[in-house]
Nanobody, 124 residues
């Protein structure tokens, strides 16, 4: 079965950090660009961070620049999103997606594979 699984979400206080992981089963992530997306209640899903298949290119949403870092370890078949200086506006369900074509992922928010999501709640 081909699937992506997100982990690492939870409840954190404002200013805190979380580390999300996206792991693939049944296929190798190294062939795909990976994106992290999030959807807050009542809002559309939006892109957060993207990384190319080789890891040499990354793109961040303006709202997370300087606070979030996306990285990948192809040997471990995992992509990580390190989130620092979290604030309540970061509260959302976070999803990872894998896509062969960079433009599809970044420009059109399309992915061939999607995870089920992990909840991140930032609250005091």
């Amino acid at each position: 079965q081909l699937q992506l699984v997100e982990s690492g979400g939870g409840l954190v206080q404002p200013g805190g950090s979380l580390r999300l992981s996206c792991t693939a089963s049944g296929f190798r992530l190294e062939h795909y660009a990976i994106g992290w997306f999030r959807q807050a209640p009542g809002k559309e899903r939006g892109g957060v961070a993207y990384i190319s298949s080789s890891g040499d290119r990354t793109v961040y949403a303006d709202s997370v620049k300087g606070r979030f870092t996306i990285s990948r370890d192809n040997a471990k078949n995992t992509v990580t999103l390190q989130m620092n200086s979290l604030n309540p506006e970061d509260t959302a369900v976070y999803y990872c997606a894998a896509e062969t074509f960079w433009e599809n992922l970044v420009a059109e928010l399309r992915g061939e594979f999607w995870g089920q999501g992990t909840q991140v709640t930032v609250s005091s």
